[in-house]
Nanobody, 128 residues
Framework: QVQLVESGGGLVQAGGSLRLSCAAS????????MGWFRQGPGKEREFAAA???????YYADSVKGRFTISRDNAKNTIYLQMNSLRPEDTAVYYC??????????????????????WGQGTQVTVSS
């Protein structure tokens, strides 16, 4: 019942920046925890960043200081601002929503199994 649509992926040079967007449906978007995950070539899907319904943010060590996650509840949208991009950031980036944490009282921002809705993914390629 919740649909997520990512945009903003593309090709960028190392050291450059890119801004991903994820537009969500849902009457209670402001109560969703939202996250970004990524999957590089030949790798498992990994956590990148998350933001809770209180705007608390969480980051993987690999992106901390370079990426910023934010949300705009009026637009039902989250963003991932990616700066100082590196070739190892090359991956398909997925937007995900956890619609249950707010009601259940438990939140695990880095665990992909906790997210019940996923976008289709958007490719980010960082060239050297």
């Amino acid at each position: 019942q919740v649909q997520l649509v990512e945009s903003g992926g593309g090709l960028v040079q190392a050291g450059g920046s890119l801004r991903l967007s994820c537009a969500a449906s849902g009457r209670t978007f402001s109560r969703f925890a939202m996250g970004w995950f990524r999957q590089g070539p030949g790798k498992e899907r990994e956590f990148a960043a998350a933001i809770s319904w209180t705007d608390t943010t969480y980051y993987a060590d690999s992106v901390k200081g370079r990426f910023t996650i934010s949300r705009d509840n009026a637009k039902n949208t989250i963003y991932l601002q990616m700066n100082s991009l590196r070739p190892e950031d090359t991956a398909v980036y997925y937007c995900a929503a956890d619609s249950r944490a707010y009601y259940g009282g438990r939140y695990s921002p880095s665990l992909d199994a906790r997210y019940d809705y996923w976008g289709q993914g958007t490719q980010v390629t960082v060239s050297s």
